[in-house]
T-cell receptor, first 112, second 111 residues
Framework: DVKVTQSSRYLVKRTGEKVFLECVQDMDHENMFWYRQDPGLGLRLIYFSYDVKMKEKGDIPEGYSVSREKKERFSLILESASTNQTSMYLC???????????FGEGSWLTVV | DAKTTQPTSMDCAEGRAANLPCNHSTISGNEYVYWYRQIHSQGPQYIIHGLKNNETNEMASLIITEDRKSSTLILPHATLRDTAVYYCIVRVANSGYALNFGKGTSLLVTP
């Protein structure tokens, strides 16, 4: 079974803090993604990566950066957390078709 | 991506088959039908996909009509843990990275 593991399930951070969300996949997938999910807004793509050290902006990249130093690991960084970044964050990896996507369990981030 | 239409909600008794319909009348020849589900407070879960032929895996079966304008996801013996929102998505392969899940069908499996 494909496994996408997100390091933290629940986090509470203060405004202005730098936040790291880590994600590891065990299926040697080249494509990895970070989404956020908010009520009424659905799933929104923040960043994706199609190879090591390669990244592209999704629909809502502002306030976020990412790092992909190893194929299995994709990190999301909130440089200076703000309250409007309170959300559930989902990491995913996919087969080459980009549509068969395997998600992690999600990280619930609250910024206070 | 072709537009899809799903019922807002459905109920199913535990142990019975759950049949979830999806209309995609504007589907084009190279678009696949994908199904995902999301259990409350968890990440979405890939279930199955198909192009023309019916497909079956350990989770579900996918029946696509001959004209490909609609499909049905079948959970053969629904359990309480199948209570979730089910999303039907129609896309070509390699068409981009942002999946639009839409509103889906909220399936409630009752004892």
């Amino acid at each position: 079974d494909v496994k996408v593991t997100q390091s933290s399930r629940y986090l509470v951070k203060r405004t202005g803090e730098k936040v790291f969300l880590e994600c590891v996949q065990d299926m040697d997938h080249e494509n990895m993604f970070w989404y956020r999910q908010d009520p009424g807004l659905g799933l929104r793509l923040i960043y994706f990566s199609y190879d090591v050290k390669m990244k592209e902006k999704g629909d809502i990249p502002e306030g976020y950066s990412v790092s992909r130093e190893k194929k299995e690991r994709f990190s999301l960084i909130l440089e200076s957390a703000s309250t409007n970044q309170t959300s559930m964050y989902l990491c995913a990896s996919s087969l080459p078709d980009r549509n068969t996507i395997y998600f992690g369990e999600g990280s619930w981030l609250t910024v206070v | 991506d072709a537009k899809t239409t799903q019922p807002t909600s459905m109920d199913c008794a535990e142990g019975r088959a759950a049949n979830l319909p999806c209309n995609h009348s504007t589907i084009s020849g190279n678009e696949y039908v994908y199904w995902y589900r999301q259990i409350h407070s968890q990440g979405p879960q890939y279930i199955i996909h198909g192009l023309k032929n019916n497909e079956t895996n350990e989770m579900a079966s996918l029946i696509i009509t001959e004209d490909r304008k609609s499909s049905t996801l079948i959970l053969p013996h629904a359990t309480l843990r199948d209570t979730a929102v089910y999303y039907c998505i129609v896309r070509v392969a390699n068409s981009g990275y942002a999946l639009n899940f839409g509103k889906g069908t909220s399936l409630l499996v009752t004892p």
